[in-house]
C-alpha cells in the first residue's frame, strides 16, 4: 500500500477548492497516518513548463506547505493529467515494488485526479479514494461541489475506484502497518 499526493501544489491548492479546509486537514491527516505507519507517501507534481501557471523555476511548482514531502520521499513529475503516464515512471517504481493498494488524493478532482483514478485502474491497480480528501474548482459546466460529487459519489466507486471515509483510509493503513 501506498498513500499517492497528486499535485498538492502552492498554485492549484487554495481557499477558492471545494471544502478547502476540511480537504486540507484530511491530506494532512492521512499523509501523517501513512507516515507513523510505515506506508510509503509518493507525490506527483504537475509542470506546465516556462512561464506557465505551474512552472517547475518558480515557488507555484512547490507542495503546499502544510503536505511538504521528506527528504526521501519519492516524487515523480508530469506535465499530463495522470500521474500513470509513462513520462512519470510511477508505474514502472509501484510494478518493481509490488504495490497494488494505492490510496490517492490531491487535486483537481476533474481534471489530475479523474486521468490519475481512471488511469491506475487500467493498469490494474487498486484505487482508493478516502471522502473529502481530493477537491476542484467551479468551471463553467458545474459548480465545484458538483464536480466534487459527480467524481467521488458517481463515476469513481462504479467502476474505477473503492470510495472511503477516511476514517475507513486510516485503518486500512493501520492493519498494513501490522503486516508489515
Given at each position: 500500500?501506498?498513500?499517492?499526493v497528486v499535485?498538492?501544489q502552492?498554485?492549484?491548492f487554495?481557499?477558492n477548492?471545494?471544502a478547502?479546509e476540511?480537504?486540507?486537514?484530511n491530506?494532512?491527516?492521512?499523509?501523517a497516518?501513512?507516515?507513523?505507519?510505515?506506508?510509503?507517501?509518493c507525490y506527483?507534481?504537475?509542470?506546465?513548463g516556462?512561464?506557465?501557471?505551474?512552472d517547475?523555476?518558480?515557488?507555484?511548482?512547490?507542495?503546499?506547505d502544510d503536505?511538504?514531502?521528506?527528504?526521501?520521499?519519492?516524487?515523480?513529475?508530469?506535465?499530463v493529467?495522470?500521474?500513470?503516464?509513462?513520462?512519470t515512471?510511477?508505474t514502472?517504481?509501484l510494478k518493481?515494488?509490488?504495490?497494488?493498494?494505492i490510496?490517492?488524493?490531491?487535486?483537481?478532482?476533474d481534471?489530475c485526479?479523474?486521468a490519475?483514478?481512471?488511469s491506475?485502474?487500467e493498469?490494474?491497480?487498486n484505487?482508493?479514494i478516502?471522502s473529502?480528501?481530493?477537491s476542484t474548482?467551479?468551471?463553467?459546466y458545474f459548480d465545484?461541489?458538483?464536480?466534487?460529487?459527480?467524481?467521488?459519489?458517481?463515476?469513481?466507486?462504479?467502476?474505477?475506484a473503492k470510495?472511503?471515509?477516511?476514517e475507513?483510509?486510516?485503518?486500512?493503513m493501520q492493519?498494513?502497518?501490522?503486516?508489515l
Amino acid at each position: 500500500m501506498i498513500l499517492l499526493v497528486v499535485d498538492t501544489q502552492r498554485g492549484c491548492f487554495n481557499e477558492n477548492l471545494f471544502a478547502f479546509e476540511t480537504v486540507k486537514e484530511n491530506i494532512k491527516r492521512l499523509i501523517a497516518e501513512a507516515r507513523k505507519n510505515g506506508i510509503e507517501v509518493c507525490y506527483v507534481q504537475h509542470d506546465d513548463g516556462p512561464g506557465k501557471d505551474l512552472d517547475k523555476a518558480t515557488d507555484r511548482y512547490e507542495i503546499y506547505d502544510d503536505f511538504a514531502p521528506l527528504p526521501n520521499e519519492k516524487r515523480f513529475e508530469k506535465n499530463v493529467n495522470s500521474s500513470f503516464h509513462p513520462m512519470t515512471g510511477l508505474t514502472e517504481y509501484l510494478k518493481s515494488k509490488n504495490e497494488k493498494d494505492i490510496i490517492t488524493i490531491g487535486v483537481s478532482t476533474d481534471y489530475c485526479m479523474d486521468a490519475t483514478v481512471k488511469s491506475g485502474f487500467e493498469h490494474g491497480f487498486n484505487i482508493i479514494i478516502p471522502s473529502y480528501a481530493n477537491s476542484t474548482y467551479d468551471n463553467p459546466y458545474f459548480d465545484k461541489e458538483t464536480a466534487y460529487k459527480y467524481f467521488n459519489e458517481f463515476m469513481w466507486p462504479r467502476r474505477y475506484a473503492k470510495t472511503i471515509s477516511v476514517e475507513e483510509a486510516i485503518k486500512m493503513m493501520q492493519k498494513s502497518a501490522k503486516k508489515l
